[in-house]
């Protein structure tokens, strides 16, 4: 049986094989034992010492998986509103950001989106030189990588739809696998609980707006995730507009939340 990170591997490389830009950056990200150990030492922060929920590869895997899920199903209609870049270099964005967004916690937990943009800064500098001869357009798509890795809580308010992805693809990261490494640890709090509740997140094309969040739990607590997490970074990252989020507990009760 595939692992995790073998499952999220594929699906990535999927979404992503048909563009050399994103394949060379996306390679970049996963062989930079720099970038590894920042990911590591975010989850001996967060998770071994002060018994969160996992920040590290994984996180970020599942991150990257959703955006570029999202950022599909928004297509460049939606995402495409400047002249200067493509729905490409969207996907380089949110890709990017959604893998680094953070690295910041290898530091400290407090203010993390902001020491998470000095820590990708030389990355995300030589990444884009490595697939942008333009010097211009290449800073200019750095700036849009910073701004989502500091928007990606909801606690900053961004200008531009990419930062929004970010935040909603990260928010979405609460099935309970997350939870059970803490869990084990001895982190027993409402956190914990309410992503143990989670069995599954749907992204999917949306009725009323563009994309459709549904959650499945098996048991009220789950909508703690919802409301506490992923609707504070939607709504800090004026998202909702995007979005209608559906929870769908026990089988039994369908509750939408926007």
């Not at 609460?174 to 914990?192: C, N, S, T, V, Y």
Request: net charge negative; with cysteine; hydrophobic share 40%.
């Amino acid at each position: 049986m595939n692992t995790l990170e073998e499952i999220l591997e594929h699906e990535i490389r999927e979404r992503i094989n048909s563009s050399d830009k994103l394949t060379r950056i996306y390679n970049y990200l996963r062989s930079n034992q720099r970038i590894s150990s920042l990911l590591e030492m975010a989850n001996i922060v967060l998770v071994h010492r002060l018994k969160y929920n996992d920040h590290g590869k994984i996180h970020a895997l599942i991150t990257t998986r959703n955006s570029l899920k999202i950022v599909d199903i928004l297509g460049p209609e939606i995402l495409v509103t400047e002249d200067w870049r493509t729905f490409e270099d969207s996907k380089v964005i949110v890709t990017i950001a959604s893998y680094l967004h953070d690295i910041g916690n290898s530091i400290h937990r407090d203010e993390h989106e902001l020491l998470g943009i000095v820590l990708a800064k030389p990355f995300v500098e030589e990444m884009l030189s490595l697939i942008y001869d333009d010097e211009s357009k290449a800073a200019k798509i750095a700036s849009m990588v910073y701004e989502s890795i500091m928007c990606h809580m909801g606690r900053y308010e961004p200008t531009s739809i990419e930062a929004g992805v970010v935040a909603t693809a990260d928010g979405c990261d609460m099935e309970q696998e997350r939870a059970r490494l803490p869990f084990r640890l001895g982190g027993h709090d409402i956190h914990k609980y309410s992503a143990l509740s989670i069995e599954k997140v749907d992204l999917l094309r949306g009725e009323e707006k563009p994309l459709r969040i549904e959650v499945y739990m098996k048991d009220p607590s789950g909508t703690f995730q919802i409301e506490e997490i992923l609707m504070k970074k939607i709504r800090g990252t004026n998202f909702e507009r995007f979005v209608e989020i559906y929870a769908n507990i026990s089988g039994k009760e369908i509750v939408r939340f926007i």
